[in-house]
């Protein structure tokens, strides 16, 4: 936690102290607030009230019990034997405060830096909507799967026992909804988002956005990891979920308008073009 906290100070110091000059014009995205406004409330409250309804949604027991060798052991490899519920507690507090508040403060003080200030209230709103529906989609899929999670397949008394300071006992409901990271979802989708919005627009701190996030999203994940609440795939799956909201979001729908922003203006584009077996995707642009 403290190398992500010097990280954080680290990378404002830095940009905060990079050359003054102009920026170059930034590019006006594709929103519509009566829209994107709306769908981020509708969907933020749909997956508020699916959370509170968890004891009658969630899955009687496992329908995934099963453990392969893989997340077998990498879980012994990584988890705090004796202690989860510090890395439980530290995991909350980096994804519920310390990312959220990365990625949105770091949008918005990149828009600053670029004397973008008007840029502020869509860019928040389009990486808050893509976090949005990668929730909404992990929530739907943790109730129709049905995996148990590997405290309670591994009967880990650490957790299921635990007592005194730091004890964080799941609920009984809670105990077959590990597919996938909910977590490493959120942490992931916020980063991405942030990291693309900051690279369409073409700001300075672009750069800063995508490598804080990540840096965030990665300590998320090897926590979940840690706590004994997730599984590697389940933290992998929700990093690429995440990761793929976050930048398709705002990709697909929020992209540059046509014909605003000038052929030397910073940004970046997906392209995908046929291969042999499948297809071959690529990125392009400054980051």
């Not at 006006?28 to 699916?50: H, K, Q, R």
């Not at 997340?71 to 989860?84: I, K, M």
């Not at 942490?187 to 300075?204: E, Q």
């Amino acid at each position: 936690m403290r190398a992500v906290l010097a990280a954080t100070t680290l990378s404002a110091l830095l940009v905060s102290l990079s050359p003054a000059g102009a920026a170059e014009p930034s590019p006006e995205l594709t929103f519509v607030p009566e829209v994107d406004l709306p769908l981020t409330v509708v969907g933020g409250a749909a997956w508020a009230a699916s959370e509170l309804a968890k004891k009658g949604l969630a899955p009687d027991a496992c329908r995934w019990c099963a453990v392969g060798p893989l997340d077998a052991s990498v879980r012994d490899a990584l988890l705090w034997s004796g202690n989860p519920g510090t890395a439980h507690d530290v995991s909350n507090v980096t994804v519920l405060a310390v990312a959220p508040v990365s990625a949105l403060g770091l949008t918005a003080f990149a828009a600053w830096h670029d004397g973008r200030t008007e840029n502020m209230a869509a860019d928040l709103l389009i990486v808050t909507e893509a976090m949005v529906v990668a929730m909404g989609l992990n929530q739907l899929t943790k109730y129709a799967v049905g995996r148990q999670r590997p405290y309670a397949h591994f009967e880990n008394p650490d957790v299921l026992y635990c007592e005194g300071a730091g004890c964080a006992r799941p609920l009984p409901h809670d105990d077959d909804l590990s597919f996938f990271s909910g977590h490493s979802t959120a942490a992931f989708s916020l980063a991405a988002a942030s990291g693309t919005v900051a690279s369409m627009r073409g700001y300075r701190a672009a750069p800063w956005v995508w490598a804080q996030g990540m840096a965030l999203a990665a300590l998320s994940g090897y926590l979940r990891i840690a706590s004994d609440r997730h599984y590697f795939t389940d933290v992998l799956t929700g990093a690429a979920l995440g990761s793929a909201a976050g930048v398709l979001i705002p990709y697909l729908f929020h992209g540059p308008r046509a014909g605003v922003a000038g052929p030397d203006t910073r940004s970046f584009r997906l392209s995908l073009a046929p291969a042999i077996g499948g297809a071959r995707a690529g990125v392009a642009g400054t980051f």
